[in-house]
T-cell receptor, first 110, second 117 residues
Framework: GQQVMQIPQYQHVQEGEDFTTYCNSS?????IQWYKQRPGGHPVFLIQ?????EVKKQKRLTFQFGEAKKNSSLHITATQTTDVGTYFC??????????FGRGTSLIVHP | EPEVTQTPSHQVTQMGQEVILRCVPI?????FYWYRQILGQKVEFLVS????????KSEIFDDQFSVERPDGSNFTLKIRSTKLEDSAMYFC???????????????FGNGTRLTVT
């Protein structure tokens, strides 16, 4: 079955530093979604990427979808303490059921 | 903004007991899901439900699990005989539609933390 790998598992940064999490799928995806889960909370949808090579930005967050539609990344510029949480990618294949990666927990030190 | 609501927020049960986790999806959504998350681990798909029947289920969703939509608003997950390893956060999610060109995002509830002792 479809598997989605995500690295790193944890990332500690000083406030103001950049952060990147990477997502790789074992199969070609139809699209990929990103979610954020605050500590003690539930996953909240951030964005969806559909097209090969697509890049989308939300303020300090930049999302990329690879040319082969098998990998994706999320980059945060100049992290803030409000960015703390776990970031999940969720790949969608033919069944359109999101398969979540393990997530990357971002810890921002003030 | 409409929300997915889940009750209870925390359920403690003894091994072997039956539990029912309840969810009210967003009213105009057509697709319903249960996911679970063991503490600190990834969000794992259990089952999807559409048009009053299961559309897909994972290997985790064995015979001890069942889902129901008993009326027009509730969506329940029943675990017949709980095991210690069923302890996890159970998330209900719903989404509006599925199309090849765009997939609606999942809207998650706040979850039910199930503790099996």
């Amino acid at each position: 079955g479809q598997q989605v790998m995500q690295i790193p598992q944890y990332q500690h940064v000083q406030e103001g530093e950049d952060f990147t999490t990477y997502c790789n799928s074992s199969t070609t995806l139809s699209n990929i979604q990103w979610y954020k889960q605050r500590p003690g909370g539930h996953p909240v949808f951030l964005i969806q990427l559909v097209k090969s090579g697509e890049v989308k930005k939300q303020k300090r967050l930049t999302f990329q979808f690879g040319e082969a539609k098998k990998n994706s990344s999320l980059h945060i510029t100049a992290t803030q303490t409000t960015d703390v949480g776990t970031y999940f990618c969720a790949g969608l294949g033919g069944s359109y059921i999101p398969t979540f990666g393990r997530g990357t927990s971002l810890i921002v030190h003030p | 903004e409409p929300e997915v609501t889940q009750t209870p927020s925390h359920q403690v049960t003894q091994m072997g007991q039956e539990v029912i986790l309840r969810c009210v999806p967003i009213s105009n959504h057509l697709y319903f899901y249960w996911y679970r998350q063991i503490l600190g681990q990834k969000v794992e798909f259990l089952v999807s439900f559409y048009n009053n029947e299961i559309s897909e289920k994972s290997e985790i969703f064995d015979d001890q699990f069942s889902v129901e939509r008993p009326d027009g608003s509730n969506f329940t997950l029943k675990i017949r005989s709980t095991k210690l390893e069923d302890s996890a956060m159970y998330f209900c999610a719903s989404k509006e539609h599925v199309r090849s060109s765009y997939n609606s995002p999942l809207h998650f509830g706040n979850g039910t933390r199930l503790t099996v002792t």
